[in-house]
């Protein structure tokens, strides 16, 4: 069996095993199910007033039978109610998810214009002191964490021209495109900054081992110019680690924005699932957290798809 | 000494290793109390002082000492980095063994049990633990740990299928050598080479994870110091007292660049067959 089709039917089982994970997480929090749902609201119920719960919510039933329900109204769009908002949980979820969605692809359009230039740049210098400077600054930027990067660009704006880029209401792109890009920006660079040198080191290593190739060597010897073989000839072959790269950490920006939203102060998931957190609003942690986990394994699961697709030597039949 | 004289002759290990050292030096410092200042003693007549020669990183807003939080705060990023990835390190390399020479239905429920923990990006999956049992340095432990055993597992297990096929293992097999030997003599002794580098990489992650979860007030509890809240807490003194931020900043920098730099020396001088372009 080939790793894709391997993969493909492992992919619902894997997404069974992420909700059973979920389901029993929120379950496991200190006092009843009642409770993981009111939080400390749960405390001013009567004993009738949670037995009417209890059997209103379906959690006096066995608890097998509890994951069906659940399930069947995940599959439903259903994923409960938020204590917070008092309102769907997928609703909520809905209403933040373009503004992190925006950021994911602002963020990868800010690596991807840094980076893949950067990484061709330094391998076309290979071993010069401008590589050096390309390897050095991307090392440096793995190395930042987001909030860190963050911190630093708010303190320089607001220190060096008296900005501060976290003040005002968050502008919906549709409604003001350039006042929500103005807003956006500076996240999205803060984001995108250690993705940057990721895409700059994975682009720099596919560049040097495609240039040595034989093909460009012929290339090369016939006479064809130096900036066509690198544009035209090797870069197309050294994009697929980076496009892979790229799927993958487009995944991890989708659920792992929480720091830079909480910096900027945007209204993104990632902040939702902390605010719900910090407010123990366990319905929408749980429906949040599915949410994410979905998004991120159906993007790598794409990704693998489209890694195939692109190298058609790729026969991935030694995966894990 | 071998492998220090190969660390030390490649520059990234040169660097790395340094700031490495420095690094547990000022962390077992700060962990013992080795710190020019009480780190919670409060000098109120100093409060928000610049740097000089009695605080050299200045004071913060309560009149603290910032180079003795520092000092205690990489302190606490390591106690939590190290036992996290040390938790994550033995569960990893237990479960991947088992998984890599038992096969069959063990194998397939550990490898999915690891699939589903990947499915979560790590900051997801450390809060959604978090938000279960509570904030606080243990939890953080506990959290980083679990988001980073499959990392192990995998790292683990793919070597250890290839290793039990070699014709060692059966010979081994052949003159009666118990399961427990073969695993930790032939297999295990095999895998010290990948899972150094994943573990040198995993503590840069690790310190990255403990100061982002602390930043977000959901690690290491105040009053106790740690990297990720001295930048929450500098966040509203960034403009009147920078010193807040820079060197925080630059401890976090500089470490996670530290065992980065060194993860990849010790990929290169470990595994020369799959080197990595310098980068």
Redesign the interface.
């Known amino acids: 069996m080939s790793y894709l089709t391997r993969r493909l039917l492992t992919f619902p089982l894997v997404m069974l095993g992420v909700s059973i994970l979920v389901f029993v997480a929120i379950r496991l929090v200190p006092g009843d199910a009642i409770t993981a749902m009111l939080g400390t609201e749960a405390g001013l119920l009567t004993p009738a007033q949670r037995d009417a719960l209890a059997s209103y919510f379906g959690i006096d039933q066995p608890i097998l039978a509890q994951y069906w329900h659940w399930l069947l109204g995940v599959f439903q769009g259903d994923l409960g109610i938020s204590v917070t908002y008092g309102k769907p949980v997928l609703g909520v979820i809905l209403e933040r998810f373009p503004l992190t969605l925006q950021l994911a692809l602002m963020s990868m359009c800010v690596a991807l214009a840094v980076g893949l230039p950067a990484g061709v740049f330094a391998a076309t210098r290979n071993e010069k002191l401008s590589d050096l400077g390309v390897r050095i600054f991307a090392m440096i930027g793995q190395s930042t964490p987001n909030f860190v990067v963050g911190l630093l660009i708010i303190y320089a704006l607001s220190a060096g021209f008296g900005i501060l880029p976290t003040m005002g209401e968050f502008t919906p792109f549709f409604t003001n495109p350039l006042r929500n890009l103005g807003q956006m920006i500076l996240p999205a660079v803060t984001l995108g900054f250690a993705f940057a040198a990721s895409v700059t080191r994975i682009s720099r290593s596919a560049m040097l081992d495609v240039l040595s190739d034989d093909y460009v060597r012929t290339a090369r010897s016939k006479g064809v110019p130096k900036r066509s073989v690198i544009w035209r000839h090797a870069l197309p072959n050294a994009l697929i680690p980076v496009v892979t790269l790229s799927g993958v950490e487009f995944g991890y920006l989708l659920g792992g924005a929480v720091l830079v939203e909480q910096i900027y102060a945007l209204p993104g998931l990632g902040r939702l699932v902390l605010d719900a957190i910090l407010q123990r609003d366990y319905a929408l942690v749980q429906g949040c957290v599915l949410f994410i986990a979905f998004n991120f394994m159906v993007i790598n699961l794409l990704v693998d798809l489209l890694y195939a697709t692109l190298d058609p030597r790729i026969r991935l039949g030694e995966g894990g | 000494m071998a492998m220090l004289r190969a660390i030390f002759s490649h520059a990234s290990g040169r660097i790395g290793g340094t700031i490495v050292v420095i690094y547990i030096v000022v962390a077992l410092l700060g962990m013992f109390d080795v710190t020019p200042h009480n780190p919670l003693q409060q000098f109120r007549i100093d409060r928000l002082h610049a740097p000089n020669a009695v605080y050299w990183m200045g004071t913060d807003l309560f009149g603290r000492d910032v180079a003795s939080r520092l000092m205690k705060g990489v302190g606490q990023s390591f106690l939590v980095g190290f036992c996290s990835v040390t938790l994550a390190t033995l569960a990893g390399t237990v479960l991947g063994l088992t998984a890599a020479w038992f096969g069959k239905a063990w194998d397939a429920l550990v490898?999915?049990?690891m699939?589903?923990?990947l499915?979560?990006?790590?900051?997801?999956l450390a809060?959604?633990?978090?938000?279960?049992v509570g904030p606080g340095t243990w939890t953080s432990i506990a959290a980083i740990a679990i988001v980073y055993t499959p990392i192990f597992t995998?790292v683990v297990?793919?070597p250890a299928l290839s290793i039990k096929s070699r014709e060692f293992v059966d010979a081994a097999r052949t003159f009666g050598s118990s399961r427990h030997y073969i695993l930790t003599r032939h297999l295990l002794l095999n895998l010290v080479a990948p899972l150094t580098v994943q573990v040198t990489l995993a503590l840069?992650w690790s310190l990255?994870t403990e100061?982002?979860l602390s930043?977000?007030?959901?690690g290491t509890q105040p009053p106790a110091s740690s990297l990720g809240l001295m930048?929450a807490d500098?966040?509203n003194l960034?403009?009147t007292a920078?010193w807040l931020?820079i060197f925080p900043?630059l401890a976090?920098?500089i470490s996670?660049?530290g065992f980065?730099?060194l993860g990849d020396a010790l990929r290169d001088i470990l595994d020369p067959k799959t080197r990595?372009?310098?980068?």
Do not use: C, H, Q, T
């Open positions: 490898m999915r049990v699939d589903v923990l499915a979560f990006p790590a900051i997801l809060l959604l633990i978090i938000a279960i995998r297990r793919g840069a990255l100061a982002g930043f977000l007030g959901l930048l500098s966040r960034m403009e920078p931020l900043a976090i920098m996670i660049l980065n730099l990595s372009r310098p980068a």
